[in-house]
């Protein structure tokens, strides 16, 4: 087994710098070059304030940025970057930036995976030290496969809901799980998401120059088109049913099966009173404690916490998810019935 | 438990938490953890602190606790309420119970006892001979197989913690749980941070839960020619087809015969292996990382057995070698219509009889709602 990753300073190039631009050291090229926000404000730098205001309109619309670095102009790679994530951060609409950060992770990964297929050399240096540097997770490469130890998969893989990245899916031995290239760098791409979003939420802005405002403002008419979730259907999920089935037929409900009725129906908004007689056909029913444990759930007595509706893979793994296709691309129940207003 | 039962069992205890310190430590890192007890017919109490095995000897002779738990997890302030705790982590841990292996052994030894009269029974009736009552609720009593069964099943465990997972054998402490099963604890550093979710997908890999036929080679529409696992791979595409192709002469045979079965077949027969070679374990307990879970060396009130340490699984008697309180010859009245094998002694059956046992026969009893104080 050998590790790449060893202390040597890894010395970037602007190549480097345009497929990774929310590298420390992107900031220390700009600064060496002596650009500073106020120059970018000049007429002459206006392309790249119509760049970077494309690089966000691609990327919140849902898609990734466009791979322009093949035509080597990578310092306005790099420019329209960090253009881009001032015009976000003087919008200050969080719904843009977190779109943006996750769409550049995206554009990040497919890089980081060009970069660990290709020989293994430098190349190879440089994706491995991203993603222990920026993640702490490292990578040992064994053979063709890249391994990671099992606790590092599982903090990550948990967030995947398709069963191949259950780690029952997955080869793994000694501690190690082992991973291709493409999969190495999907597991940490939400963790680059956030680190992007962290990034811009950071930055320190005192006033930006006149030229940026224009297509500030038109950031923030952007961010109206992306209003929340709407309901389609008022029905209860599948689990849910069960569990007032269950009760209603005067059979016993494990303790989860209640928990999960009360937290659900709880964060729907429905009082105390209305979910205190659901269950009264419980064998085991004594009003003033089920009332003392509902008040206990919704966080109104005892500890203040207010406890959340288990996810979808808990009751599964409790035997009490009776899942249906309306249940595709939800993770908890309280998902059930919502869907995305289509975006126009 | 009525007040002359309370007496007996909590005077059994008693002179077993005086007397046998050496059996009762906290567990590394100490003053970290939460602790917390119970006593006979009343609620838990948590949120304690025992810094070290002085402090807890002396809550136990102070409260004779009918039984004694301390959380895996370790807390910036264990002694807070949960909510201002400061979680930092916790030791893995996995259950592994009897009742959970669905053994042919539990009829034999399961007992029905009427709710109102305390009649016990082999075979459960519509309603109770005594009494007439239809109210029941079970007990099982020691049984040799559910515990060589239990057995099998910590060393499937074990197996996989050490070959896939990487943890070393010296980091693995089993204990018998003091009733019906083992407790099995890890103490491995990269393992301790994981929360829930992780921890609750780490159980299905143990359990094998949650297998798709693509992981070992089988498509849903499959063009290209399905890779089946072998024999030498590691992991679960090693034992699945360990498992699949038991004998090398007949692995071309079997191998057509899968290919040709399709996916849903195949299905089916990762859901075989999970019952055959997942370890049967209790997810929930793996997955809860603010339990507080049994103490070592604590008496478990539900048979009067000790939480003990097993330092040799194979040759390990719980029986024998857990039931540890007291000898002196107490008088009971008792209805256990099986005969049960404690310290290498056989007692029972007896129908209704009073009768003289040793002490830690007689708190047995009494534990499993068996006998009563005379």
């Given at each position: 087994?050998?590790?790449?990753?060893?202390?040597?300073?890894?010395?970037?190039?602007?190549?480097?710098?345009?497929?990774?631009?929310?590298?420390?050291?992107?900031?220390?090229?700009?600064?060496?070059?002596?650009?500073?926000?106020?120059?970018?404000?000049?007429?002459?730098?206006?392309?790249?304030?119509?760049?970077?205001?494309?690089?966000?309109?691609?990327?919140?619309?849902?898609?990734?940025?466009?791979?322009?670095?093949?035509?080597?102009?990578?310092?306005?790679?790099?420019?329209?970057?960090?253009?881009?994530?001032?015009?976000?951060?003087?919008?200050?609409?969080?719904?843009?930036?977190?779109?943006?950060?996750?769409?550049?992770?995206?554009?990040?990964?497919?890089?980081?995976?060009?970069?660990?297929?290709?020989?293994?050399?430098?190349?190879?240096?440089?994706?491995?030290?991203?993603?222990?540097?920026?993640?702490?997770?490292?990578?040992?490469?064994?053979?063709?496969?890249?391994?990671?130890?099992?606790?590092?998969?599982?903090?990550?893989?948990?967030?995947?809901?398709?069963?191949?990245?259950?780690?029952?899916?997955?080869?793994?031995?000694?501690?190690?799980?082992?991973?291709?290239?493409?999969?190495?760098?999907?597991?940490?791409?939400?963790?680059?998401?956030?680190?992007?979003?962290?990034?811009?939420?950071?930055?320190?802005?005192?006033?930006?120059?006149?030229?940026?405002?224009?297509?500030?403002?038109?950031?923030?008419?952007?961010?109206?088109?992306?209003?929340?979730?709407?309901?389609?259907?008022?029905?209860?999920?599948?689990?849910?049913?069960?569990?007032?089935?269950?009760?209603?037929?005067?059979?016993?409900?494990?303790?989860?099966?209640?928990?999960?009725?009360?937290?659900?129906?709880?964060?729907?908004?429905?009082?105390?009173?209305?979910?205190?007689?659901?269950?009264?056909?419980?064998?085991?029913?004594?009003?003033?404690?089920?009332?003392?444990?509902?008040?206990?759930?919704?966080?109104?007595?005892?500890?203040?916490?207010?406890?959340?509706?288990?996810?979808?893979?808990?009751?599964?793994?409790?035997?009490?998810?009776?899942?249906?296709?309306?249940?595709?691309?939800?993770?908890?129940?309280?998902?059930?019935?919502?869907?995305?207003?289509?975006?126009? | 438990?009525?007040?002359?039962?309370?007496?007996?069992?909590?005077?059994?205890?008693?002179?077993?938490?005086?007397?046998?310190?050496?059996?009762?430590?906290?567990?590394?890192?100490?003053?970290?953890?939460?602790?917390?007890?119970?006593?006979?017919?009343?609620?838990?109490?948590?949120?304690?602190?025992?810094?070290?095995?002085?402090?807890?000897?002396?809550?136990?002779?102070?409260?004779?606790?009918?039984?004694?738990?301390?959380?895996?997890?370790?807390?910036?302030?264990?002694?807070?309420?949960?909510?201002?705790?400061?979680?930092?982590?916790?030791?893995?841990?996995?259950?592994?119970?009897?009742?959970?292996?669905?053994?042919?052994?539990?009829?034999?030894?399961?007992?029905?006892?009427?709710?109102?009269?305390?009649?016990?029974?082999?075979?459960?009736?519509?309603?109770?001979?005594?009494?007439?009552?239809?109210?029941?609720?079970?007990?099982?009593?020691?049984?040799?197989?559910?515990?060589?069964?239990?057995?099998?099943?910590?060393?499937?465990?074990?197996?996989?913690?050490?070959?896939?997972?990487?943890?070393?054998?010296?980091?693995?402490?089993?204990?018998?749980?003091?009733?019906?099963?083992?407790?099995?604890?890890?103490?491995?550093?990269?393992?301790?941070?994981?929360?829930?979710?992780?921890?609750?997908?780490?159980?299905?890999?143990?359990?094998?839960?949650?297998?798709?036929?693509?992981?070992?080679?089988?498509?849903?529409?499959?063009?290209?020619?399905?890779?089946?696992?072998?024999?030498?791979?590691?992991?679960?595409?090693?034992?699945?087809?360990?498992?699949?192709?038991?004998?090398?002469?007949?692995?071309?045979?079997?191998?057509?015969?899968?290919?040709?079965?399709?996916?849903?077949?195949?299905?089916?027969?990762?859901?075989?292996?999970?019952?055959?070679?997942?370890?049967?374990?209790?997810?929930?307990?793996?997955?809860?990382?603010?339990?507080?879970?049994?103490?070592?060396?604590?008496?478990?009130?539900?048979?009067?057995?000790?939480?003990?340490?097993?330092?040799?699984?194979?040759?390990?008697?719980?029986?024998?070698?857990?039931?540890?309180?007291?000898?002196?010859e107490t008088e009971v009245?008792v209805?256990?219509?099986?005969?049960?094998?404690?310290?290498?002694?056989?007692f029972?059956?007896?129908?209704?009889?009073?009768i003289s046992l040793p002490k830690?026969a007689a708190?047995?009893m009494?534990?499993?709602?068996?006998a009563?104080?005379?």
């Open positions: 087994m050998s590790n790449h990753n060893n202390e040597d300073v890894l010395k970037l190039g602007i190549e480097d710098l345009a497929k990774y631009p929310f590298l420390t050291e992107a900031g220390e090229y700009l600064r060496d070059s002596g650009l500073n926000l106020e120059q970018l404000g000049h007429d002459d730098w206006k392309p790249i304030i119509e760049k970077a205001y494309g690089r966000i309109v691609v990327a919140t619309s849902g898609h990734v940025y466009g791979i322009d670095v093949e035509k080597q102009d990578y310092d306005s790679e790099l420019l329209s970057f960090i253009v881009a994530i001032i015009l976000l951060k003087s919008a200050g609409v969080h719904t843009l930036t977190r779109r943006f950060s996750l769409s550049e992770a995206r554009r990040a990964e497919r890089y980081l995976q060009q970069d660990l297929r290709i020989n293994r050399d430098r190349n190879l240096e440089l994706p491995l030290k991203i993603i222990q540097e920026l993640f702490g997770v490292q990578v040992f490469i064994q053979g063709d496969d890249f391994v990671i130890k099992v606790p590092d998969y599982l903090k990550r893989a948990v967030n995947f809901h398709e069963k191949e990245w259950k780690l029952v899916n997955r080869r793994v031995s000694n501690g190690l799980v082992y991973l291709n290239a493409h999969e190495t760098v999907r597991l940490i791409r939400t963790e680059l998401g956030e680190y992007i979003n962290t990034k811009i939420q950071s930055i320190n802005l005192t006033e930006i120059p006149k030229s940026f405002k224009e297509r500030v403002n038109d950031l923030i008419t952007l961010a109206r088109k992306f209003s929340s979730t709407q309901y389609v259907s008022s029905e209860y999920p599948p689990c849910v049913k069960h569990a007032i089935e269950v009760l209603e037929k005067g059979e016993n409900l494990p303790h989860s099966g209640r928990f999960l009725l009360a937290t659900y129906l709880l964060s729907k908004g429905k009082s105390i009173e209305q979910i205190v007689p659901l269950f009264k056909n419980a064998p085991d029913y004594n009003e003033r404690v089920t009332r003392y444990q509902l008040e206990h759930i919704s966080g109104s007595s005892g500890s203040g916490t207010k406890y959340q509706c288990p996810s979808c893979e808990k009751l599964r793994s409790e035997n009490l998810c009776f899942a249906i296709p309306d249940c595709d691309g939800i993770i908890n129940p309280i998902q059930f019935g919502k869907k995305r207003k289509i975006i126009s | 438990m009525n007040e002359k039962n309370t007496a007996i069992v909590e005077g059994a205890f008693k002179e077993y938490y005086f007397n046998r310190f050496d059996l009762i430590h906290v567990p590394p890192r100490a003053q970290e953890r939460e602790f917390g007890y119970q006593k006979i017919n009343s609620g838990m109490i948590r949120h304690l602190v025992a810094r070290n095995d002085k402090e807890l000897h002396l809550l136990l002779m102070r409260e004779v606790p009918s039984d004694v738990y301390c959380s895996n997890a370790y807390y910036n302030f264990p002694n807070l309420p949960m909510s201002e705790k400061d979680w930092k982590g916790a030791d893995l841990i996995f259950d592994i119970d009897a009742k959970d292996l669905g053994l042919s052994c539990r009829k034999e030894h399961i007992l029905t006892k009427c709710v109102s009269c305390k009649n016990s029974m082999t075979d459960p009736k519509p309603s109770c001979e005594k009494c007439g009552s239809t109210k029941f609720e079970t007990v099982s009593v020691a049984c040799k197989n559910c515990i060589s069964e239990s057995k099998n099943e910590v060393k499937k465990l074990i197996e996989i913690l050490t070959t896939d997972l990487g943890i070393k054998n010296e980091e693995i402490k089993v204990y018998f749980s003091g009733n019906e099963g083992f407790h099995v604890h890890i103490i491995n550093n990269l393992y301790e941070p994981l929360g829930s979710h992780e921890r609750a997908d780490l159980a299905d890999y143990l359990v094998f839960n949650g297998s798709i036929p693509e992981s070992f080679g089988i498509k849903r529409q499959g063009i290209s020619k399905p890779i089946l696992p072998t024999v030498e791979e590691k992991g679960w595409r090693g034992r699945v087809a360990q498992t699949l192709f038991p004998s090398k002469s007949k692995a071309v045979k079997t191998s057509k015969e899968i290919i040709t079965g399709g996916y849903s077949a195949f299905q089916l027969k990762l859901e075989e292996i999970r019952k055959t070679r997942g370890v049967h374990l209790d997810p929930k307990v793996t997955m809860d990382v603010h339990r507080i879970f049994r103490l070592e060396g604590s008496i478990n009130s539900k048979s009067g057995l000790s939480k003990i340490h097993c330092t040799d699984l194979d040759s390990f008697d719980p029986f024998s070698e857990a039931c540890l309180l007291g000898s002196d009245l209805n256990c219509p099986v005969a049960i094998k404690l310290k290498n002694k056989k029972g059956p007896y129908k209704n009889e009073i830690y708190v047995y009494i534990c499993k709602g068996l009563n104080s005379v």
